[in-house]
């Protein structure tokens, strides 16, 4: 699919480039998306919660009371799950929450996230751009100018521009990242995506 190459003013230059359908025009599979995004937030996550069970409770090993007759449930000692201040019953250990997803799966997600932004019209491609110096007035005007500044943006650069990213770094809305950075997670997380023009030919072979 053929789509306009717009520069930082919003004026567009005449140019057109193509988004391979292969990439941008496949049939969205939502469950691999899942997969792909899951697998991003459980890698994202320490593990290390942990609680003391029974055993690694400090006190004392001698019986509080009656076997039978208490009117109550049965306990041991003080470290009993049943008394306030006990260990705890199945409590979280550290654990490693990640998990394997095979190459050409997560390759199908971020395929299937790109198709999902480009039939939604949420799509963005803007002639090479920089700035002289980083400012972040500079970069809501460019998003003005593209009348998406009030979206939640994520810019793919070709490699790291320096004063691309210094300049949106403060901005709540607005994301840079390069396209080898590029997942599943970061183009679902945005509502648009703008995309320079030198980095389509690498997103066409995703």
Same mark, same amino acid.
């Given at each position: 699919m053929e789509v306009n190459v717009y520069n930082i003013k919003g004026e567009d230059t005449g140019k057109k480039v193509t988004l391979e359908d292969g990439v941008f025009g496949i049939e969205p599979n939502d469950h691999i998306i899942y997969l792909d995004v899951k697998q991003y937030m459980a890698n994202k996550r320490q593990g290390t919660a942990k609680t003391k069970e029974r055993s690694e409770i400090s006190g004392s090993t001698r019986k509080?009371?009656?076997?039978?007759?208490?009117?109550?449930?049965?306990?041991?000692?003080?470290?009993?799950? #049943?008394? #306030?201040?006990?260990?705890?019953?199945?409590?979280? *250990?550290?654990?490693?929450?990640?998990? @394997?997803?095979? @190459?050409?799966? *997560? !390759?199908?997600?971020?395929?299937?996230?790109?198709?999902? *932004?480009?039939? $939604?019209?949420?799509? &963005?491609?803007v002639? $090479?751009?920089?700035?002289? !110096?980083?400012?972040?007035?500079?970069?809501? !005007?460019? !998003?003005?100018?593209?009348?998406?500044?009030?979206? *939640?943006?994520?810019v793919v650069l070709p490699e790291n521009i320096d004063s691309i990213y210094l300049s949106a770094r403060n901005l709540k809305r607005a994301k840079v990242t390069t396209v080898s950075e590029l997942n599943t997670y970061k183009i679902l997380d945005a509502?648009?995506? #703008?995309?320079?023009?030198?980095?389509?030919? &690498?997103l066409n072979n995703f």
């Open positions: 509080l009371g009656r076997q039978k007759g208490g009117g109550g449930a049965r306990r041991g000692d003080i470290k009993s799950p #049943v008394l #306030v201040g006990g260990g705890r019953i199945f409590g979280p *250990k550290p654990r490693d929450y990640s998990f @394997k997803l095979n @190459k050409k799966e *997560k !390759a199908l997600a971020r395929r299937s996230a790109l198709s999902y *932004k480009l039939r $939604d019209e949420a799509i &963005t491609v002639e $090479d751009f920089t700035f002289e !110096a980083p400012k972040t007035k500079e970069f809501l !005007a460019v !998003a003005k100018n593209l009348n998406i500044e009030n979206k *939640k943006l994520l509502t648009h995506l #703008v995309i320079l023009e030198s980095s389509v030919n &690498t």
